[in-house]
């Protein structure tokens, strides 16, 4: 692919491809997992260990205000229906990709229909990362998941910032990855990257912020890619 092409709209054709990709993808879990719908419950429960270790070691700010989630790259909004509404009064969505961003609003268990504990998904995104704003000082936590790899470095450095701006005092950001052994890995099938662990924590430090904490997913079959959760201050 020709550095810096672009499409008659003038989209970067590396974005551009990467949703291309993604519209041809069904809006079920086993789509967005790649045929792997079977990790989607140790992924949940590894999510929730991370985030309550992560809670207790941060400076408590129970002041009585609704807590707030960003989930990233949300799909068919799976990270939030079965781990981030449960932990939080209010989540938020931002996906690019309108059939699984339609998907997402049309499920019960991503909008919160129903429960007692009044949780429910707020606001619902149709941008891709690259040019997504959180809003200002909104969240507890930015959840990103399985969707940094369609990010060039630089999209990807700006967008944490971006992301820092978006939290509140106290607040951090979680980015869970999966992990190529050396450098990276490029598929241009679905236009993504694979960046080895060493190659994350150099992206972390560019954003100017701190990695407080990183750990592996456990219970995946051997044959995926080592998966990472990193905790990420600023
Ligand atoms: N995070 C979800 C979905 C993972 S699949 C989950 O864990 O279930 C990868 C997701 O990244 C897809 O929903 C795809 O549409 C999205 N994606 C692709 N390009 C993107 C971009 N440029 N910005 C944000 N998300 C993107």
Redo the contacts with the bound molecule.
Sequence with gaps: MKRGAKTPEGKPLW?AR??EY?DDVDASVDG??GGFAHVSAPDARDNAKLLKDARAASASRDDGERTAAL??????G??TSTFLIEHFDEVDL????AH?LNAAKADAAVRGDGREDGHRAVGFFAQ???TFTPECGRYDVVWI???IG??TDEDLVAFLIRCKAGLKEGGFIVMKENNANVGFTLDLEDSSITRSHEYLLHIIEKTGMRCVEHRQQTGFPLELFPVRMYVIKP
């Design positions: 974005y990467g949703i993604w967005v997992l989930d990233c790259g949300a799909g068919i799976r990270v931002v996906e690019p990709c699984f891709p990362l690259e998941q399985w969707c369609h990010l």
